[in-house]
């Protein structure tokens, strides 16, 4: 029981608790911590209820990039910005849905035409794709061409003034990490220059 214990959030300091897509805590009380299938708090939902109306999910954020595995940290902030924090013209994630997807269905309706669905998703996962991508950009910093390697990758060192977003200061929140997924990307591009070089018969025969 301890050993489970010390790896549920609730119980453990340790142990960073788990967001889901939207930013929100996946979270139970004590009492019922120990239930592996309790699911998030939930209130009435108008964006929720619009998206199963219409038969859709956010995409799923991603938990590797450039094939490194994103740490808890870096994974529960990514979600914490583009959910909860950044905002694009004043509103954050799920009040742009709201706002986009209200004017849409009011248009629809007054020109009598069918509310297209597949146009709906894809205006959805455009938004989200925009909050995602302002994310990485406070996270990681700016993607540019490596200025000393031509077709190489870099993470820009200065922070992006960001004050239009909902974030007052300028940061790069993660820059360490920002380093390995340049590598990674770069590692893709020019396998060789990565790989251990191949011994010579020479030094095979000292």
């Known amino acids: 029981m301890r050993r489970w214990r010390s790896r549920i959030p609730i119980y453990s300091r340790d142990v ?106 894809a205006i959805v996962n455009n938004i989200v794709g925009q909050y995602r991508k302002l994310a990485m950009l406070r996270m990681f910093g700016a993607l540019e061409e490596d200025p000393l390697v031509e077709g190489a990758y870099e993470y820009s060192l200065v922070p992006e003034d960001m004050s239009d977003y909902g974030l007052d200061d300028s940061e790069i929140e993660f820059p360490a990490f920002a380093e390995k997924l340049a590598a990674a990307k770069n590692k893709k591009k020019f396998p060789r220059l990565s790989a251990a070089p191949e011994a010579s018969l020479q030094s095979l025969v000292k």
Request: proline share 7%; net charge negative; hydrophobic share 40%.
């Open 16 to 121: 960073l608790p788990k967001l889901n897509d939207w930013g929100d805590e996946i979270g139970t009380n004590q009492a019922t911590a120990w239930q592996p299938l309790a699911m998030t708090y939930g209130e009435t939902d108008e964006v929720l209820e619009f998206l199963d109306a219409i038969q859709h999910n956010m995409p799923q954020a991603p938990r590797a990039l450039e094939g490194i595995r994103l740490p808890p940290e870096v994974e529960n902030r990514f979600k914490e910005l583009y959910g909860k924090v950044i905002t694009i013209d004043g509103m954050d994630l799920k009040e742009n849905i709201k706002v986009t997807m209200s004017e849409m269905m009011d248009d629809f309706e007054m020109s009598g035409e069918e509310f297209p669905i597949g146009q709906a998703r």
